[in-house]
């Protein structure tokens, strides 16, 4: 594994490479954050990921660390820097498997709407070393569209996982 920098929440706004996507989700920001926490849940909308092993014990907060695995024989070790149930949380790698990964953070606001849905806010932020500093600029179009995608399954998961829990509570 290669060290990461850890990174703090002024990154996610600062950063060179930040892409941010937002969906309503007909949810409350308690069964979103059931889905956050659900490691399964992870690789059902977020194609990149395959596994998800959380690495400290609940209940989740600042400071948790979680190991998730992903397509390319890419691993993260992240570690939480903010966690304010049920309305933000976000991480950052402390290592990766990679060594062009230099930090990689990401954040997810969850605001209660006047009309009964829950808006996500998903921002992803990283800096990378090598020739990562000239592909990825190339790439950020597709990666903008790829998490707009991305979320939108994970409003598709929350509000299947919302209306089963309903059936079964009938």
């Not at 606001?109 to 190339?138: D, F, S």
Request: hydrophobic share 40%; glycine share 4%; charged share 25%.
């Amino acid at each position: 594994m290669h060290e990461c920098k850890v990174v703090d929440l002024a990154f996610l706004e600062n950063a060179r490479n930040r892409y941010q996507a937002e969906v309503e989700i007909d949810a409350t920001p308690e069964q979103i954050f059931d889905s956050f926490e659900n490691a399964d849940d992870w690789p059902r909308w977020a194609t990149p990921i395959q596994n998800v092993e959380w690495t400290s014990p609940k209940p989740f907060g600042l400071g948790t660390t979680r190991t998730v695995s992903m397509s390319g024989d890419m691993v993260g070790d992240e570690v939480f820097i903010a966690w304010e149930y049920p309305k933000r949380m976000a991480f950052c790698f402390t290592a990766c498997s990679k060594s062009m990964t230099e930090s990689f953070a990401e954040d997810y606001l969850v605001t209660p709407l006047q009309n009964g849905k829950t808006r996500v806010t998903w921002t992803m932020a990283m800096e990378v070393r090598g020739v990562g500093r000239i592909t990825l600029p190339i790439f950020s179009p597709i990666m903008r569209i790829a998490n707009q995608w991305m979320l939108g399954r994970f409003k598709k998961l929350v509000e299947a996982n919302v209306k089963q829990s309903t059936q079964q509570a009938s």
